[in-house]
T-cell receptor, first 111, second 115 residues
Framework: GDSVTQMEGPVTLSEEAFLTINCTYTATGYPSLFWYVQYPGEGLQLLLKATKADDKGSNKGFEATYRKETTSFHLEKGSVQVSDSAVYFCARRDSGYALNFGKGTSLLVTP | EAQVTQNPRYLITVTGKKLTVTCSQNMNHEYMSWYRQDPGLGLRQIYYSMNVEVTDKGDVPEGYKVSRKEKRNFPLILESPSPNQTSLYFC??????????????FGEGSRLTVL
């Protein structure tokens, strides 16, 4: 199966709503985990990362915790803004350099 | 400004007409990679390069070639493009040292249409 599985979108939320985007990974080795964000018309950019179990990555109000017991790295934000509308990609990296990406989750935040 | 630059950003071509998408990074990164992004499939790696003169196939290399003659440049070559290569292409680079956590820096993308 896929090495990274994330919830399918699109996700539509009202401004100030709570956001969760689920991501699970295959439990082989000790991967580093990432969330990337792609704003309309742009390339991907790193949002946050975690390199070992129980690490919490955070940036711009987004958080994700590396959960080894559930092989998950869910992305959360307490209060989304219209400017958060984008596509979010979960990714894992093993001992090499290549990143394996999930298929992406589109988020639309409405005023 | 640290960046990955791709050209062209948009291209419409016809089946069989060779084309090259250039990629250049100014961060002295060792690792460079090409991805294609397609609806419902996410990002898939085409080729990557660990350093100058070292390239290797990713998940979907068929129909593509690359070269890495200089550290900063990593062009993607489509010798005989076909319609199934219509896609959005991203070049990315990374510092590459094993001590790094592997952040990839992406270009802005090249949208290719093959008629």
């Amino acid at each position: 199966g896929d090495s990274v599985t994330q919830m399918e979108g699109p996700v539509t939320l009202s401004e100030e709503a709570f956001l969760t985007i689920n991501c699970t990974y295959t439990a082989t080795g000790y991967p580093s985990l990432f969330w990337y964000v792609q704003y309309p018309g742009e390339g991907l950019q790193l949002l946050l990362k975690a390199t070992k179990a129980d690490d919490k990555g955070s940036n711009k109000g987004f958080e994700a915790t590396y959960r080894k017991e559930t092989t998950s790295f869910h992305l959360e934000k307490g209060s989304v803004q219209v400017s958060d509308s984008a596509v979010y990609f979960c990714a894992r990296r093993d001992s090499g350099y290549a990143l394996n990406f999930g298929k992406g989750t589109s988020l639309l935040v409405t005023p | 400004e640290a960046q990955v630059t791709q050209n062209p950003r948009y291209l419409i071509t016809v089946t069989g007409k060779k084309l090259t998408v250039t990629c250049s990074q100014n961060m002295n990164h060792e690792y460079m990679s090409w991805y294609r992004q397609d609806p419902g499939l996410g990002l898939r790696q085409i080729y990557y390069s660990m350093n100058v003169e070292v390239t290797d196939k990713g998940d979907v290399p068929e129909g593509y070639k690359v070269s890495r003659k200089e550290k900063r440049n990593f062009p993607l070559i489509l010798e005989s493009p076909s319609p199934n290569q219509t896609s959005l292409y991203f070049c990315a680079s990374s510092l590459g040292a094993r001590g790094q956590a592997g952040e990839l820096f992406f270009g802005e993308g090249s949208r290719l249409t093959v008629l």
